[in-house]
């Protein structure tokens, strides 16, 4: 899996996070609205916070299911959350499609998860049943533009994917 830019990473510090939050909000409130039940298997873990925190990003996001809500802060000020997962940008967003096993990722150590263990599982289990898939729930998103952004989108999710051969990501 490449990594996400460090160029375009680092340039998001710029960004006002009303901004960041905006856009996440937007999506969240798309994501939802194509799959109303996501949070349906969370049961007695629905009102946990969980927190996403990509090591390649200024931010760090927290998703509350029982509103559902997302709220986005800076690295290092992220409000109390019940569980967090750490890992890059692309392979959370891989993981939150089900395209790349958890368990494996968390044995590798390439992503650390903390906290309530329980409402994780239960977490990740409610996502591999969802059946998201960011390029087509997204690009519904962009209206008539739809069938560009999410042939863009897939574009972009198999470039990002796929194994770096014989040089640097992204270049």
């Given at each position: 899996?490449?990594?996400?830019?460090?160029?375009?990473?680092?340039?998001m510090n710029f960004l006002p996070l009303a901004v960041v939050q905006r856009a996440?909000?937007?999506?969240?409130?798309?994501?939802?609205?194509?799959?109303p039940d996501l949070f349906g298997?969370?049961?007695?873990?629905?009102?946990k916070r969980y927190a996403f925190q990509p090591v390649d990003?200024?931010?760090?996001?927290?998703?509350?299911?029982?509103?559902?809500a997302?709220?986005?802060?800076?690295?290092?000020?992220l409000p109390k959350v019940d569980a967090a997962v750490e890992g890059p940008l692309f392979m959370l967003l891989a993981l939150?499609?089900?395209?790349?096993?958890?368990?494996?990722l968390f044995f590798s150590r390439d992503l650390s998860v903390t906290g309530d263990m329980e409402a994780m599982v239960a977490l990740r289990n409610a996502l591999d049943d969802s059946g998201i898939d960011?390029?087509?729930?997204?690009?519904?998103?962009?209206?008539?533009?739809?069938?560009?952004?999410?042939?863009?989108a897939n574009r972009l999710?198999?470039?990002?994917?796929?194994?770096?051969?014989g040089g640097a990501a992204w270049s």
């Open positions: 899996m490449r990594p996400f830019p460090a160029a375009i990473a680092t340039s996440t909000a937007a999506m969240l409130a798309q994501i939802m609205k194509r799959h298997r969370l049961g007695e873990h629905s009102g990003l200024p931010f760090a996001f927290m998703v509350e299911p029982a509103r559902p997302i709220t986005v802060s800076r690295k290092g000020r939150m499609e089900g395209r790349q096993d958890a368990d494996a960011l390029p087509r729930d997204l690009g519904a998103f962009a209206g008539p533009f739809a069938p560009v952004v999410t042939g863009l999710r198999g470039h990002v994917l796929s194994e770096t051969r």
